[in-house]
Structure formats: structure tokens, C-alpha cells
């Protein structure tokens, strides 16, 4: 059972004084001549004293109630890590294996991508070659059970979904499968095998001479697929690469260090780590990157934090490349994993990494952890999105790039060019519709399989589907659904809507492939930057020693 407020209210000050004196206490030797025997004088041994474990055998013993004390420990944890800083983190047992798949790059599975659809689990995609295609799996079927449990028509999340088909590699897992067509349920064994999880999500020629490459995080593998991506639009006679980080969280430090490498010159610093115990380390370029003479911009914003400001801030500070978008994270802090002896870990804040110029771009956290995640909404509220000018910079925190421009650290990496937030059709319609256009576009991709299977480009696929007036399609499945038409909020959205319809149903056959290049469309950070490389503001902007440049309104 929980504990209640006040048995919380005692535990706090006595687990935070436990802490900081490390919790064992080995008593001092003393002798007293007023402390005597008849052996003659002895030894006052203080018994070793662990006052978290003390606290919790008491209230295991004696409280009023029941107590898992396992349990509790597990929720006092967490209690004492975040009066340390918000990225110094616990995590049990059971959720650190979901933790580092993300990281890690492959988990055990059977290799679909599915979507929930009126308490229904409905195919996706298959993965080329993974287990469901080897036993004949396809995208539109219906998973309706999983070894004994349905799944069907019983309200079952997607996580659940998720834990029932993953595994280890090497076991199995029979489903029951219901497909178009087909009367009766099909069976399938499949065993379990490595399933990838892609980091670089895609790259493809904007134009003729830019390219651009989207990575969504740092992980184990992403070095290795970035290499791929950066090939394959060299292979194009890329001149100019737009490398997308943004909403990118972060990962592995390593991996964002080989990264620049790829672009910077023999020498040139890429980041450096410090901390209490850990001594300043120094990353400098080994001038064997392949991208050293290509063109390279970086897109952030608000979400962009820890490894990819690491990447940014390396070429920002190095004058390699102009940064676009909007203010980062302000994610400064490097953790180490301690692996606990019950199979859980505390990833444990060790240094600070600083760029080039010597900035360390972690913003405060004083204030606690609750006000640090809300710095976002603050943001927000003060017009930071939309304003440069909304930023106030802390000037005792200036530095300067290579060339001499200004830079500033104490909270993220500010973009060279600031791009505002676009709202151009996002009022109450767009935000009433929403959560239908992705149901949609699922429904109607399950529906035309075969015809959207014959589009082998997003350029095709977007001329497709503006042909058969997809937006018409959509109204009609809205209002069966009982949303009401505003026709002038409707005509603001429209543009917006449609583009995002064709993206989604793109994705469904293309993947990733067919998603961004009509998401394009509507991204005025990636047009901005493409702009700003056509026009040599991008070289400008390198070259001048003068604050930041904005764009739009």
C-alpha cells in the first residue's frame, strides 16, 4: 500500500541526510579514562548505522499497516535522485531492458509495425525480411490473437500489445491472424528474431545539389547508418547536407563525436567533458571524415537537446556550418550507468560537456525538477517560438566562434538563423480533426493497398492523391464521425490538412521515404535553410562578426 503524505514528509530529511553522508557510518575509536574496567580501559565502538535501511526495517516492523518494503524502496529512489539534477535518473529492473532497446537499437520481436484500429491490432507494415514476412504476414491483416490471449475486441493497449510480441530472440510466438478475403482465421509461428530500430529515419535530394538527412537520436547504431545516408546523397553529387536534429533527444556521446568528425578538419576541437571526478577530457577531429568539403547546415529546435547539441554546437562554434531554427533543449550534463546488483540502474551525472568555444550550454535547474520540464511552456508564453528578440541572453556567458562571431552558453544553442514557429492553419478545426487525420489515412491506406502499392515515389504518391481529391474523402469520414464543418476555419486548415493526409498515407507504403519529402511542403525551417544555402546567406552568415540573423515575422 502507498505511505501517506506525512510518513513522506518525515522520510525526506532523514533519506537526504542519509545521502550525503553515504548512509554507513563506521564509529569512531575513542578511549576515556573515566571509562573503565576492571581490565582497565576499553574501546567505545559505535555500531555501524545505515539509516535509509534502518528507517525502512522500523516502518516495516512497526507501521501501522502492511508495508512491501521493496516497493517502498523503490519509490524512495527516485525521491532522493532528483534533488540531484533532472538528468541524474533510477531506473528498476523491469523497465531497463525497454530503456536501452531505444539506445541499443534492436530488440526481440516479430517485426511488424501495427496500428490499433477500433480495439483491433491491423498490420502496417512488414518488416523486408524479419520474421512475420518469412511466415507470410501482411500489411492489412489483423493480429486477433497472441498464443492463448485474444486481443481482439478487449480493449488492450498498444504497450501491452507491444509486451506480448516481443521477446527473446529465438522464441516463439503463434498468432491468429484475419485477412481480407479469407474466411477463416490463419495460424502463424514465428520465432523471434532482431529487429532494427532506425535512428536516421531518411535522406533523399531536395533539389539537385542539397540534401537532406533526418536523425531522430543517438544511438549504438545510428553512426553506421548515418555513414549510409551521407553515401547515398554523395552518390547524388550532394553539395550542401541538411542534417535535421530536431525533436532529436540525445544518446550516446560517442556516436555524436564520430559523427562531426565526418565534417570537420584534422584538429579542430569537437567537444570537451568535465567534472568532479572526472578530469577534463578533450575531443579533437581526426581529419578523416568523408564531408569535409561538402556544404553542412544544422536544423534545431526547442526539443533538439544533449547529443545534438553537442553536434550542433560543434559545427556552429568551428564556423563549419550555419545552425537554423530555433533555441535547443539546454541539455548540458553527461551520465554514466551504475548497474545495481537487482539488474537496475542509476544513470549517474558525472561531468559537463562544454563546446569548442568553452560554452556549457545546460540550462539552470535550481529551481527543482518540476520548473526545468516547464521550462518549455515558459518559453512558449514569453513568444520565444515566434520572437528572437523574446530571448533574453545572460551576457556574462559570451563566447566567441572561430571566426569571432558571439555566442552564448547557460541554455541551449541559439540558431545563427532563427526561423519562427509557423501557425499558418493551426486554430480550434485543425486541433477538433487531428486526431482523425492519422485513423484516416491508416483506414484508407488498408483500403486501397493495391493501387498505392503501385507508386513508387512521394512525388508520385502526393500527385496521386491530389487527383482523387483526398481531402473530399477525408470531410466525408469526419462528419460520419460527427465532427461539425466550420468552412472558414476549414479553408485556413486546408493546405496544412492535406499535406499531412498525404504524408501519412504516404508513409504507410513508402515509409519515411514518402512521408518527409511531402512534409516538406509545409516545413519552414527546411525551406528556410534551403534558401539560405541558395542565396549564400548561409556563407554570410560564417564569415561575419555580428549577432544572430532572423527570418519571417
Known amino acids: 500500500m502507498k505511505y501517506n503524505n506525512s510518513l513522506r514528509q518525515i522520510l525526506y530529511p532523514l533519506i537526504l541526510v542519509a545521502v550525503l553522508i553515504i548512509g554507513i557510518f563506521i564509529g569512531r575509536f575513542r578511549s576515556s579514562s573515566n571509562m573503565q574496567t576492571s581490565a582497565g580501559s576499553r574501546l567505545l565502538i ?94 492489412g491483416d ?33 498468432v491468429g491472424v484475419v485477412r481480407r478475403a479469407v474466411a477463416d482465421t490463419l495460424e502463424f509461428e514465428i520465432t523471434r528474431g532482431n529487429i532494427p530500430l532506425f535512428s536516421v529515419d531518411v535522406s533523399y535530394m531536395i533539389n539537385d545539389s542539397v540534401g537532406y538527412v533526418k536523425v531522430s537520436k543517438f544511438a549504438r547504431n545510428t553512426y553506421q547508418e548515418f555513414l549510409a545516408a551521407i553515401a547515398k546523397l554523395k552518390a547524388h553529387n550532394c553539395k550542401d547536407m541538411i542534417i535535421d536534429m530536431r525533436e532529436n533527444s540525445g544518446g550516446y556521446l560517442d556516436i555524436a563525436i564520430s559523427m562531426c568528425n565526418e565534417f570537420l578538419s584534422k584538429g579542430d576541437m569537437i567537444v570537451y567533458t568535465e567534472g568532479k571526478a572526472s578530469p577534463r577530457q578533450i575531443v579533437h577531429a581526426t581529419g578523416t571524415g568523408s564531408c569535409q568539403n561538402v556544404g553542412v ?42 548497474p545495481l546488483t537487482d539488474g537496475s540502474e542509476i544513470r549517474l551525472t558525472i561531468a559537463r560537456y562544454y563546446t569548442p568555444s568553452g560554452r556549457c550550454i545546460q540550462k539552470p535547474y535550481e529551481n527543482g525538477v518540476e520548473d526545468y520540464h516547464q521550462d518549455i511552456l ?26 569571432g562571431r558571439i ?13 519562427p514557429g509557423d501557425t499558418t492553419g493551426i486554430n480550434s478545426f485543425y486541433r477538433s480533426v487531428y486526431g482523425y487525420m492519422y485513423q484516416f489515412a491508416v483506414k484508407y491506406s488498408d483500403e486501397n493497398r493495391a493501387e498505392l502499392h503501385r507508386f513508387e515515389t512521394a512525388k508520385e504518391m502526393s500527385a496521386h492523391l491530389e487527383s482523387v481529391s483526398i481531402m473530399n474523402s477525408f470531410i466525408r469520414f469526419i462528419e460520419k464521425e460527427g465532427v461539425k464543418i466550420n468552412n472558414k476555419k476549414l479553408n485556413q486548415s486546408r493546405t496544412l490538412i492535406n499535406t499531412l493526409l498525404k504524408a501519412y498515407i504516404a508513409r504507410g507504403t513508402l515509409e519515411e521515404e514518402g512521408f518527409y519529402p511531402i512534409v516538406y511542403e509545409i516545413d519552414n525551417i527546411a525551406q528556410a535553410a534551403v534558401e539560405a544555402i541558395r542565396t549564400g546567406e548561409v556563407k554570410a552568415v560564417l564569415a561575419a562578426n555580428e549577432e544572430e540573423t532572423t527570418v519571417g515575422e
Not at 555566442?407 to 526561423?419: A, K, L, Q, R
Open 142 to 174: 489483423r493480429i486477433v490473437s497472441v498464443n492463448d490471449s485474444t486481443i481482439a475486441g478487449v480493449k488492450m493497449n498498444a504497450d501491452k500489445v507491444k509486451n506480448l510480441l516481443r521477446g527473446e530472440m529465438g522464441t516463439k510466438v503463434r
Open 297 to 338: 547546415t544544422v536544423l534545431i529546435d526547442e526539443f533538439s537537446a544533449s547529443a545534438s547539441e553537442i553536434f550542433a554546437g560543434a559545427i556552429q562554434d568551428n564556423d563549419r556550418g550555419a545552425v537554423i531554427g530555433r533555441r535547443s533543449f539546454g541539455k548540458g550534463l553527461v551520465q554514466q550507468p551504475f
Open 407 to 419: 555566442v552564448y552558453g547557460g541554455g541551449g544553442i541559439m540558431p545563427d538563423i532563427f526561423v
Open 378 to 403: 515558459t518559453r512558449l508564453e514569453h513568444g520565444e517560438f515566434y520572437e528572437r528578440d523574446s530571448i533574453v541572453l545572460d551576457e556574462s556567458l559570451k563566447n566567441f566562434t572561430r571566426n
Open 46 to 139: 559505535y555500531p555501524q548505522t545505515n539509516k535509509v535501511e534502518n528507517i525502512l526495517n522500523r516502518i516495516s516492523e512497526d507501521y501501522v499497516d502492511s508495508i512491501d518494503k521493496q516497493d517502498l524502496t523503490e519509490k524512495i529512489i527516485p525521491d532522493i535522485l532528483k534533488h540531484l539534477d533532472p538528468h541524474t535518473v533510477y531506473i528498476s529492473a523491469k523497465d531497463l531492458q525497454m530503456a536501452n532497446e531505444e539506445l541499443e537499437g534492436n530488440f526481440g520481436g516479430i517485426g511488424v509495425q501495427f496500428d490499433m484500429q477500433t480495439d483491433t491490432v491491423m498490420v502496417v507494415q512488414v518488416i523486408s525480411g524479419g520474421p512475420s514476412e518469412k511466415v507470410g504476414i501482411l500489411p
